[in-house]
């Protein structure tokens, strides 16, 4: 997994490329709450994310809590048919904000 940030006008954008599971997941957490330090609001680019596990799942439901409890907010964009196949099944579909 490789992660890219760009800030953008308001805003950081994260894109996530490769694989996202157990090893690494940790990363993408740490990724996620440190530009809630920087910014209010943050894009998760998923154009080239090829995997997301369980393990990714949490850290984005932890990015997404944080979000909630502080008045952030938290985008998804290009997701890939695979990855929202997952997160319609585990519900996290209706948790998230997944753009096009």
């Known amino acids: ?26 990363q993408l957490q740490h990724a996620i ?3 809630f330090q920087k910014m209010n609001q943050i ?9 997301l596990s369980s393990a990714g799942l949490r850290a984005l439901m932890i990015g997404q ?3 909630n409890a502080n008045g952030k907010t938290m985008i998804l964009r290009n997701v890939n048919e695979m990855v929202m196949e ?3 099944i585990t519900g996290f579909a209706d948790i998230l904000t997944i753009e096009k």
């Open 65 to 67: 809590k944080t979000a």
């Open 33 to 35: 709450l440190l530009a």
């Open 86 to 88: 997952v997160f319609d």
């Open 43 to 51: 894009e998760l680019d998923f154009k080239d994310l090829a995997y």
């Open 1 to 26: 997994m490789e992660i890219t940030e760009i800030r953008r006008d308001d805003k950081i954008v994260l894109s996530v490329s490769g694989r996202v599971d157990s090893t690494n997941s940790s």
